[in-house]
């Protein structure tokens, strides 16, 4: 009977310890300053991980949850972002919305300098760290929280770039060409001073191609993301505003439909 | 046990006695773990060599040594062979003392050496870095002690580079200090001795250099910030490092904000240049629509000039435009009528500009400063493309205002090089290395021999290369999808099909520093960069005599490359020719060496002319006092088949120095010119079935006349066109004992290259060299007899032949060949 006991209490330690890895990805990564936090080994990268929420039962990869500073620089930064700053629970528990850490953010940019482009950050299913597969056929929804510093209304664009589709880059192209009709953007608002959890379904999500006449015509769907390189939010340039705009951001998160 | 089992062990025995003795000939107090010895700046051993290094360099570098002259920065490499596991070492620096004088410990920054491992390398043909752990990240010391990477495993390697910085007041001597390691409780001393000369490298010119950061992107990810501090950060590191970058600018803040860093960075030593800000949003100029904002840019220009005529400096005499994303390596039609057109429209701009110019200021006192001091150079701002596309191009397209920017190695060639620089005496020509070239030409690949870099920086004051050229200095990006890269400071090295390429320094912010670390390569470039300064001075000591310095440095550049670029990887050699350089402007300016105006050396004869820098300076040659003409001018000839160089001696006062000047390496043998039918008889014979020699008028090197080879191999299918030397002819008179190579001029009169491969034949062919014989011009083919370890009885060599491609036709001229003797015949 103790034996039994043991093998149920080994069972429950078990499970309890898998749902907490599932709950929070564990990344053996020290939060020890003085350790070189982006020299791991190969062996240790956390390649193509997919988590189960415990609450819900969805499953989801998480691609960006900025948990100490090699995670961090995984994510691009593009197009003079700004600086980006690591926020741990223990100081600002109410900028973090999922593990221990987040980013704090300040815009910087200046469109004309980068070819049109806003400053943007990139989720890329591509790098060596995430390595994960690019066919999000089954992707249901991406998820991004990002709270608005601001005391006014802030929109953010969401952009799904494929492995040679650089929607960054062509946003405005196809916005004032009278050639292309399409825009590939969602502009979601956040609010201020408060966090938004912004919510893309993947039925939304699309990009442009050209027929061999040169027609612009939009992909979307399945079809559009069965070769994902990265899942983009684009915000303005900091020279519109008198001050630099702030945010924090954590926790993006890429839904699969249920199997 | 076997013969070989115990010679084996007896090596083995060797090695251990060696290293030990190496541990032994080192001032150690209480250590025996490490064995210690000191190396310049211009070599890096693996990591992991096996105690190569230590075995072969210890017992004879016991001190750490350095040469360098006032305001200068000059590294010193402290090497560690470990001879059992170290958990943690230190290293400190004492300060400098010469009598009174001291070069503090503060000028003194020591950096650890981080090591890359490479499971390939871009250079398959270099010996010396076969792949395995490359050194080239460089983290300070207190970093690197304070995360830990202060371990080395038993049987490695560690290099420490320690930078030692004088100012334009430090006292020129010999400095000493010492050199102290702990390591694991036992502790090491090492002399450091510098010597500073009293030269000031501020009074030679810098070389200008475009290192670029093409966006913030680049650094942005691994830094976590594209601030404006954190670009200036970058600036001003790489600045130290001489490598002039873009501002730090983005564009916020306009044309003001430009101005404002302008006028910070301008004075600041490595400031040599920066491009001109432009933006890509399109713009219509002069009626014609380009992907180039030109009015904007017209605007930065205008606030500029204003500027500089404000505050009396030409600001814009370190100003370029590159429009790399507009046009870039052009290659095709398109792409040069697109060049064409954006650098008529960016030239058209600057003159309206400079016409907006004296609009505005005709009338006030600025007038004049403007006309006589900026406007020539406005007007003139260079427009560069890189590429290695063919100088026939740009005259095609009429490019007549684009400064050329080819590859390193499309000028390896004299030819090449007088190509690109003819007939454009008004634009200058640069330089550059990126993706390529590789092995064996010099670039900034971190696989590469470290002295490699260094050399350009030498090649660009013999061509007149007026500025060296390099994409990016900070990409933390993978090239092929602009991705982040995972670990920069392992990753991108040893990823990259050219590991290093854009890729310099290292992001500070892995370590917790704000700011980049910099690189091995970037030390080597920089020092290299200083050497330009240096020559640069000579070359004014020479022009203040009205004569060119080149005739004393030609000497100097080919014991550091040879005449197609390719540097020499010996780093005591290199050493030794750069303090050659650093004690003839010692000596010129103490009025103990010479002035050289003419060193000619001819296929038999060399002609040597000299002025003494004193006027009170006594020549003496084999002990008889010589007497110059009546300009002062001493002059000689030399007979080569009866010595190599030149020595004299040169008293001023009761000081007599003995001087060398090598002409040639070995004494040469036999000669043969072509001028008579005979001639050719006693030297050239082949046997493939159609062959035809004559002396010709067509080409001579030496002489009139040359031998005319025509290798008709085509009429006998699969047959190799060769022509031979044999050890029977008149030439060689039966022996090749005592030659050390023999030399030839072989002329290609084709429209192609032609691929020669020169061989010895006993009882069958073994190839000695290959060279590739460029189309229309002389090539000196130099082979060297195999040593006695090769081949037991040289004149089992029956015949030298000269081989061409199989199948082919080949027609060549041959002339000024002679066989050169081994130096200690001399």
């Not at chain 1, 149920?8 to 936090?37: F, R, W, Y």
């Not at chain 2, 046990?1 to 032994?24: H, I």
């Not at chain 2, 005496?425 to 390529?436: E, K, Q």
């Not at chain 2, 005449?563 to 103490?590: C, E, H, Q, T």
């Amino acid at each position: 009977m103790k034996r039994i006991i043991s093998l149920i209490l080994c069972a429950i330690l078990l499970t309890v310890s898998l749902c907490g890895c599932a709950e929070k990805q564990a990344v053996n990564d020290s939060a020890d300053p003085k350790t070189p936090s982006n020299r791991l080994e190969l062996g240790e990268r956390r390649n193509n991980v997919k988590v189960t929420d415990e609450a819900t039962g969805e499953t989801y990869y998480l691609l960006g949850d900025f948990e100490n500073y090699f995670e961090a620089t995984q994510i691009k930064y593009s197009a003079d972002f700004g600086k980006v700053d690591l926020v741990s629970k223990s100081e600002q528990a109410d900028k973090v919305t999922n593990g221990e850490g987040s980013i704090h953010v300040t815009i910087s940019g200046n469109e004309s300098t980068w070819h049109k482009r806003r400053p943007n950050i990139r989720f890329s299913t591509t790098n060596a760290f995430f390595n994960l597969t690019s066919d999000f056929s089954d992707l249901d929804r991406f998820t991004l929280d990002i709270y608005n510093c601001q005391d006014y209304e802030v929109e953010t664009r969401f952009l799904l770039c494929t492995a040679i589709y650089d929607a960054v880059t062509f946003e405005d192209r196809i916005l004032t060409n009278p050639n292309y009709e399409y825009s590939t953007a969602e502009i979601y608002t956040l609010a201020p001073n408060s966090w938004t959890t912004v919510e893309v379904p993947a039925e939304v999500m699309r990009f442009v191609n050209w027929d061999t006449t040169g027609k612009a015509y939009l992909v979307s769907g399945s079809d559009a993301l069965s070769a994902v390189g990265a899942f983009v939010f684009s915000f303005d340039r900091g020279e519109l505003h008198e001050t630099p705009q702030e945010f924090y951001i954590d926790n993006a998160r890429a839904y699969m439909k249920s199997e | 046990m076997t013969a070989k089992r115990l010679a084996a062990l007896l090596c083995v025995f060797a090695l251990c006695a060696t290293l030990c003795s190496c541990g032994n000939a080192v001032k150690t107090a209480g250590g025996s773990s490490l064995t210690l010895w000191g190396e310049s700046s211009g070599v890096k051993y693996l990591q992991n060599d096996g105690g190569e290094a230590a075995a072969s360099r210890a017992a004879s570098h016991t001190s750490l040594e350095v040469s360098m002259v006032r305001n200068e920065t000059e590294a010193v490499q402290l090497m560690m062979y470990a001879k059992k596991d170290i958990a943690e070492y230190n290293v400190t620096v004492s300060d400098l003392v010469c009598g009174d004088s001291i070069i503090p410990s503060s000028a003194i920054q020591v950096y650890d050496e981080l090591y890359q491992q490479f499971m390939t390398t871009t250079r398959p043909g270099n010996p010396d870095y076969a792949g395995g752990m490359i050194p080239d990240p460089l983290l300070p010391m207190a970093t690197a002690v304070e995360y830990g990477e202060t371990t080395i495993a038993k049987g490695d390697n560690q290099a420490v580079l320690i930078d030692i910085t004088t100012t334009a007041g430090t006292a020129a001597g010999l400095y000493s200090g010492v050199v102290t390691v702990t390591a694991d409780g036992e502790e090491y001393t090492l002399p450091l001795n510098v010597k500073v000369y009293d030269i000031n490298i501020d009074d030679g010119d810098e070389l200008q250099t475009v290192f670029a950061i093409l966006d913030r992107d680049q650094f942005a990810s691994a830094e976590l910030d594209s601030s404006d501090a954190m670009a200036e950060a970058y600036f001003e590191m790489l600045l130290k490092y001489n490598m002039s970058c873009p501002l730090p600018f983005e564009g916020n803040g306009g044309a003001e904000r430009y101005v404002e860093l302008l006028r910070k960075y301008y004075h600041y030593d490595g400031f040599t240049s920066y491009r001109l800000y432009y933006e890509t949003a399109g713009s219509v100029y002069a009626g014609v629509g380009t992907n180039v904002n030109l009015p904007l840019m017209q605007q930065y220009i205008y606030a500029i000039a204003m500027a500089s005529v404000e505050d009396r400096v030409n600001y814009l005499d370190k100003a370029y435009a590159y429009f790399y994303t507009d046009v870039d390596e052009p290659d095709v039609e398109e792409e040069f009528l697109r060049a064409k057109e954006t650098v008529n429209l960016y030239f058209q701009m600057l003159y309206d500009c400079d016409e907006m110019l004296r609009s505005e200021l005709i009338g006030t006192d600025d007038y004049h400063y403007y006309v006589d001091v900026v406007s020539d150079t406005l007007t003139n701002i260079p427009d560069v493309i890189p590429g290695s596309y063919d100088i026939n191009d740009v005259k095609h397209y009429g490019l007549d205002r684009l400064t050329v920017c080819p590859e390193l190695s499309a000028m390896s060639t004299p030819a090449d090089r007088r190509d690109y620089a003819q007939g454009r005496d008004f634009v200058d020509l640069w330089v550059y290395t990126c993706w390529g070239p590789v092995y064996p030409y010099p670039g900034g690949h971190t696989d590469d021999t470290q002295l490699s870099y260094r050399t350009i920086p030498w090649m660009c004051d013999e061509f007149n290369w007026s500025t060296y050229l390099m994409w990016s200095t900070s990409d933390y990006l993978w090239r092929e999808h602009g991705e982040v890269i995972t670990d920069p400071w392992g990753e991108m090295h040893t990823g990259q099909p050219r590991p290093g390429d854009g890729k310099l320094t290292y992001p500070g912010a892995t370590y917790g520093l704000k700011g980049p670390c910099p690189s091995l390569r970037m030390v080597t470039w920089r020092d290299g960069a200083d050497d330009y300064q240096v020559l640069n001075i000579l070359r004014r000591l020479y022009e203040e005599k009205g004569l060119d310095a080149s005739v004393a440095l030609d000497a100097i550049y080919r014991e550091i490359y040879d005449v197609g670029l390719i540097p020499n990887r010996d780093n005591d050699r290199f050493d030794a020719a750069r303090l050659s350089l650093l004690d003839m402007i010692d000596n010129l300016k103490a009025g103990t060496d010479v002035y050289y105006s003419e060193v000619a050396v001819g296929i038999k004869e060399a002609t040597i002319a000299f002025v003494p820098a004193s006027s009170e300076a006594v020549v003496t040659l084999d002990g008889k006092q010589q007497t110059p003409d009546a300009e002062g001018v001493y002059r000689f000839n030399i007979d080569l088949t009866k010595q190599s160089r030149f020595v004299f001696d040169l008293t001023v006062g009761d000081k007599t120095q003995t001087y060398t000047r090598q002409l040639i390496n070995g004494v040469l043998g036999a000669v043969e010119s072509f001028e008579t039918i005979g001639d050719l008889a006693d030297c050239i014979v082949s046997y493939i079935s159609d062959y035809k020699a004559s002396v010709s008028e067509d080409f001579a090197h030496d002489g009139v006349k040359s031998a005319k080879m025509v290798l008709n191999s085509a009429a006998v299918a699969d047959t190799v066109p060769y022509f031979a030397i044999e050890k029977d002819s008149a030439l060689i008179g039966g022996s090749w004992k005592g030659l050390d190579s023999l030399k030839a001029y072989i002329y290609n009169p084709s429209d192609e290259m032609i691929n020669l491969s020169v061989s010895y034949y006993t009882d069958e062919d073994t190839t000695m060299d290959v060279f590739e014989l460029p189309s229309g011009q002389w090539t000196l083919v130099q082979v060297t007899f195999p040593s006695a370890e090769e081949l037991a009885d040289i004149d089992d060599i029956q015949e030298i032949d000269f081989n061409f491609d199989r199948g082919q036709s080949v027609t060549v001229y041959m002339d000024s060949i002679a066989t050169v003797k081994e130096v200690a015949a001399e």
